[in-house]
């Protein structure tokens, strides 16, 4: 290996990068290709994109010299009329080789069944009109998931202007927009008041939407408790309560389906779901879409007695928040990770309507992100 030292004790070049010495004191090495693409230069601060292109160098990048000048690291490139400047604390944030830093990844915070006092709400008016609101929920639904908008506009565009605050409205292929409009008549067999499982919607989509909305337009019924359960909370709790269990929920891919004359959709998903942390993320569960289960039978010996050790403990009562939605608030929740469902309720009591939509959880974290930094460049070198 050719080693030249270009500044004592601080920079060694090697083949195919080199070392530096960080503030602690210790040397890290950095990959050529890695630094010479990152260059400051190579980033348009009109676009913020990268508008260097790395396959149009004509022989591999190779520091003629380099060394530390200012709390930068200077690199002078051998095939190229190019410097490069790169500040120390920015190497310091990659030298590990962790993962960029981010403001949305915050830790989940499970709730239980005693939530509903302490559930996060905010008026839909000062959303509107406060980033620093907007903020706070955001924040809010990525730490637990769920929470209450109140004073929404008793309009069709009121849920619209809400939705659009976090993200684009999400179609399914149910369209934009679903009603749950329940005007109460016995004869009309496409609205029922029975009880509703609890689930999460649209599993059958390869990816189902992230944050639903469902807008209380009136709710005037006896009865039709809304039933809400943090997935977290109980998969985690799952997870030591029954480790092999949790593992076959956690690991095998199972069969979901919503078909009627025009669609067919089909998915496979894991009934707990994993961020790369290996921490519980989320649920896909949903009775009235799951599909049959297409295991060797022998793994279903094992699968289906865990499955429903898992389904009735989502209806623990320690778990379950039960409440009475009102006219004007807007839940608002993780659809990976909240189930829901709804208690039966009376048949001649008068009227119930809800409007939903969804965004998707992506769009979510990227609006809480532009909240709250200016991503990296707000640290431009
Ligand atoms: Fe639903």
Same mark, same amino acid.
């Given at each position: 290996?050719?080693? !030249?030292?270009?500044?004592?004790?601080?920079?060694?070049? %090697?083949?195919?990068?080199?070392?530096?010495?960080?503030?602690?004191?210790? =040397?890290? /090495?950095?990959? *050529?290709?890695?630094?010479?693409?990152?260059? =400051? @230069?190579?980033?348009? &601060? #009109?676009?913020? +994109?990268?508008?260097?292109?790395?396959?149009?160098?004509?022989?591999?990048?190779?520091?003629?010299?380099?060394?530390? +000048?200012? +709390?930068?690291?200077?690199? $002078?490139?051998?095939?190229?009329?190019?410097? @490069?400047?790169? =500040?120390?604390?920015?190497?310091?944030?990659?030298?590990?080789?962790?993962?960029?830093?981010?403001?949305?990844?915050?830790?989940?915070?499970?709730?239980? @069944?005693?939530?509903?006092?302490?559930?996060?709400?905010?008026?839909?008016?000062?959303?509107?009109?406060?980033?620093?609101?907007?903020?706070?929920?955001?924040?809010?639904? !990525?730490?637990?998931?769920?929470?209450?908008?109140?004073?929404?506009?008793?309009?069709?565009?009121?849920?619209?202007?809400?939705?659009?605050?976090?993200?684009?409205?999400? &179609?399914?292929?149910?369209?934009?927009?679903?009603?749950?409009?329940? *005007?109460?008549? &016995?004869?009309?067999?496409?609205?029922?008041?029975?009880?509703?499982?609890?689930?999460?919607?649209?599993?059958?989509?390869? /990816?189902? &939407?992230?944050?639903?909305?469902?807008?209380?337009?009136?709710?005037?019924?006896?009865?039709?408790?809304?039933? *809400?359960?943090?997935?977290?909370?109980?998969?985690?709790?799952?997870?030591?309560?029954? =480790?092999?269990?949790?593992?076959?929920?956690?690991?095998?891919?199972?069969?979901?389906?919503?078909?009627?004359?025009?669609?067919?959709?089909?998915?496979?998903?894991? $009934? !707990?779901?994993?961020?790369?942390?290996?921490?519980? @993320?989320?649920?896909? !569960?949903?009775?009235? #879409?799951?599909?049959?289960?297409?295991?060797?039978?022998?793994?279903?010996?094992?699968?289906?007695?865990?499955?429903?050790?898992?389904?009735?403990?989502?209806?623990?009562?320690? /778990?379950? #928040? %039960?409440?009475?939605?009102?006219?004007?608030?807007?839940?608002?929740?993780?659809?990976?990770?909240?189930?829901?469902?709804?208690?039966? /309720?009376?048949?001649?009591?008068?009227?119930?309507?809800? %409007?939903?939509?969804?965004?998707?959880?992506?769009?979510?974290?990227?609006?809480? %992100?532009?909240?709250?930094?200016?991503?990296?460049?707000?640290?431009?070198?």
């Amino acid at each position: 290996m050719n080693v !030249i030292f270009s500044h004592p004790a601080t920079v060694e070049l %090697r083949d195919q990068g080199l070392c530096v010495q960080l503030s602690d004191g210790a =040397p890290h /090495y950095f990959n *050529y290709y890695w630094l010479r693409d990152n260059c =400051p @230069s190579s980033f348009s &601060p #009109m676009t913020r +994109e990268r508008s260097f292109d790395i396959f149009h160098l004509e022989a591999a990048p190779r520091a003629r010299s380099a060394e530390i +000048e200012d +709390e930068a690291l200077v690199i $002078v490139w051998q095939d190229e009329d190019h410097v @490069s400047r790169l =500040p120390v604390s920015w190497l310091e944030t990659y030298a590990t080789g962790k993962p960029r830093p981010d403001p949305a990844d915050l830790p989940r915070v499970p709730w239980y @069944s005693d939530h509903y006092p302490s559930v996060p709400r905010f008026s839909q008016p000062d959303l509107v009109a406060d980033s620093a609101q907007r903020k706070a929920w955001i924040q809010a639904l !990525i730490v637990s998931g769920f929470c209450i908008v109140t004073d929404m506009p008793d309009t069709d565009a009121g849920l619209t202007e809400t939705a659009a605050l976090i993200g684009t409205i999400r &179609p399914t292929f149910f369209g934009d927009y679903f009603d749950v409009k329940t *005007y109460i008549n &016995p004869t009309n067999t496409a609205y029922t008041s029975a009880a509703l499982e609890l689930h999460t919607d649209t599993p059958a989509e390869e /990816y189902a &939407p992230g944050i639903q909305f469902l807008h209380c337009r009136a709710n005037s019924v006896q009865g039709g408790q809304s039933l *809400y359960t943090d997935g977290v909370a109980v998969a985690n709790d799952f997870r030591k309560r029954d =480790p092999e269990g949790f593992k076959l929920l956690s690991e095998i891919a199972v069969p979901f389906y919503c078909e009627h004359d025009t669609y067919d959709m089909r998915s496979r998903q894991t $009934v !707990i779901e994993l961020d790369r942390f290996g921490e519980v @993320s989320g649920l896909t !569960i949903s009775q009235h #879409m799951l599909d049959m289960l297409d295991l060797p039978q022998e793994v279903l010996d094992a699968y289906y007695p865990a499955f429903c050790r898992f389904g009735r403990m989502l209806q623990e009562d320690k /778990y379950m #928040m %039960r409440f009475l939605m009102k006219a004007g608030e807007c839940m608002v929740f993780d659809n990976h990770r909240i189930v829901h469902g709804r208690a039966a /309720y009376s048949a001649s009591s008068g009227e119930r309507y809800l %409007r939903g939509c969804y965004t998707d959880r992506a769009e979510m974290r990227s609006t809480y %992100r532009a909240l709250v930094s200016e991503g990296r460049f707000k640290h431009a070198v």
